[in-house]
């Protein structure tokens, strides 16, 4: 029941039924005034008053499956940072205030360890990361990302005990084998970190170029372009995020290839929150052509002061 709660908090299905309540109670009392002026029949309040409530679980479904972007309507989960309104409206939200009224929800602790760390601010963000676990010690995205954040802060060690206990909140997640592959991979260890990325029950956006990183941090360079090849083959049969063809480009040092994959990821509306700190981007981050993609993604520039700063 918690679990659906949340989700219903993060696809604003919450704030969807407040906002169609409050809009329905001023047209409502709207309408009772127009009809006691003009003297309408009775019909028209009891139809105005039957088509609101036929309206909310229309809402209610409409805020579940889509989001507003500056594009359009768009299904749920798949607009970018750049054009989501969701996103960009949470960016702008005094998320501490959030927290202030409600501090027992782990939801905007979490979501605030997100934007901090992905601004490169990695010891506030597992600062409140620590808070969310705390609060739900058994939410598996949690703890997951828990292990990212200490991942992108260069804290592999501490990162792979994390993941590991993320694993076993939930074996099935795979993003919590992604990480741990991430963690063993910053240690050095090759091989025990292609076995936790070969262990996954599935790949989703974000991890399809692991397997690609590990490979030229490993220097089996042999591998790499067959692996990158099958990468590029998948996506021509299902969906493959172009940010992760970037990734993997990068990290074989194709540079131009792995912006010009970057562009196409903006284009298409792809997670791309990570990309000030994705470590596989590193060699990018003084390229003019990059710092315009980060700019249109909208990544907090806090980033910049961090990385370019040492």
């Not at 409600?102 to 506030?124: I, K, Q, V, W």
């Not at 597992?126 to 939410?139: D, F």
């Not at 360079?221 to 990734?247: C, T």
């Amino acid at each position: 029941m918690m679990g659906f709660l949340r989700e219903l908090r993060e696809r604003n299905v919450d704030r969807a039924a407040l906002a169609y309540a409050g809009a329905g109670w001023l047209i409502a009392q709207g309408g009772q005034l127009l009809a006691d002026a003009y003297q309408w029949p009775g019909w028209v309040i009891r139809a105005l008053l039957a088509a609101l409530m036929l309206g909310f679980p229309l809402v209610l479904v409409l805020a579940w499956f889509f989001e507003w972007t500056l594009a359009g309507l768009v299904a749920d989960g798949t607009a970018a940072p750049v054009s989501s309104i969701r996103l960009r409206t949470r960016r702008k939200l005094d998320l501490a205030r959030a927290i202030a009224l409600d501090a027992r929800n782990a939801t905007p602790h979490y979501r605030l360890a997100l934007l901090r760390g992905f601004s490169g601010r990695f010891d506030e963000a597992l600062a409140e990361m620590q808070i969310a676990r705390e609060l739900e010690p058994l939410w598996a995205p949690a703890a997951a990302n828990h292990a990212w954040l200490l991942v992108l802060a260069g804290r592999y060690a501490e990162a792979e005990a994390e993941a590991r206990r993320a694993i076993e909140i939930d074996p099935d997640f795979a993003h919590s084998r992604s990480v741990l592959g991430r963690a063993l991979l910053g240690q050095g260890r090759y091989d025990e970190a292609l076995e936790a990325f070969r262990s996954r029950k599935g790949r989703g956006p974000g991890s399809f170029a692991d397997v690609v990183v590990m490979l030229v941090s490993a220097g089996r360079l042999d591998e790499v372009r067959q692996e990158l090849d099958g990468v590029l083959a998948l996506s021509r049969q299902r969906y493959v995020s172009a940010y992760d063809i970037a990734v993997g480009h990068a990290a074989l040092g194709d540079e131009r290839s792995a912006l010009d994959w970057l562009d196409r990821s903006v284009e298409q509306r792809g997670t791309m929150q990570s990309i000030g700190v994705e470590p596989a981007l590193a060699a990018l981050r003084t390229d003019p052509r990059f710092k315009a993609i980060v700019k249109r993604v909208g990544v907090p520039d806090t980033v910049w002061s961090v990385h370019e700063g040492g």
